[in-house]
DNA sequence: CATAATGGTTACTTACAGGTTACCACTTTA
DNA sequence: TAAAGTGGTAACCTGTAAGTAACCATTATG
């Protein structure tokens, strides 16, 4: 529990994989998509993620660089959970725009 | 998303909710069967536990006091992703070790 | 020349979840 | 008289996830 914990539970991993869910992206792309992330914080999600076996990162050796994401085998388990995750957000919280204390930005 | 996270995604919630998962527990029997979660923490884990609609708080007026936890309908709908998360942790860290020695991942 | 584009790194700062320890009120039991 | 048992508070401290802003190397283009 506390390992899926920590691959999940964080502010911007579930994010990076829901978006790689069924293709790659390119380091700018998910920064772009993503768009409140910074660089740095992207940088490191992405190292962290990797590091977990839930990602793949493949350099091309361009100029100017290239470099795409995609989910590993052990990534692509973890989809299911998360469009879980994300839908009981959607139903329990969809009317409800209360003041939820952790609640400072909008839903993704 | 962030919401839903802000729930599950810290250390004691989603133990705290797996043990209410289907019997009510009193402070200290929580206290004593999660072990290493001190008094305070527990305390601000149920307190949040409970604005957020995943739990129910039941005060006897006795002496010694008396207060009984126990899930909401809210919070009964979030014990299939615990389980689901818990499962996941399970079949990709603990059964690697023991049944599956020669995983493709693992290799690394 | 200088700007854009890419995928970062470095240095610094801030917010806050989580932890430690001591203490509280009240009553029953020894 | 004092300890045990209950469900907490109060005061204080710490580690780290996350954020900000500037900078880097390389090449192509206007």
């Known amino acids: 529990m506390h ?19 069924e293709r790659t992206a390119r380091f700018g792309q998910l920064h772009a998509a993503i768009g409140s992330i910074s660089k740095k914080v992207l940088t490191t999600t992405l190292k962290e993620l990797e ?31 998360i469009i879980q995750l994300a839908k009981w957000d959607n139903e329990h919280y969809e009317h409800n725009k209360k003041n939820h204390p952790a609640q400072k930005e909008a839903a993704v």
Do not use: Q
């Open 3 to 21: 390992r899926s914990m920590a691959i999940l539970g964080t502010k911007w991993k579930p994010i990076v994989i829901y978006m790689l869910r």
């Open 51 to 81: 590091e977990d076996g839930i990602l793949h990162r493949k350099e091309f050796k361009e100029l100017p660089p290239r470099v795409e994401y995609s989910l590993t085998e052990r990534g692509r388990t973890l989809v299911p959970i």
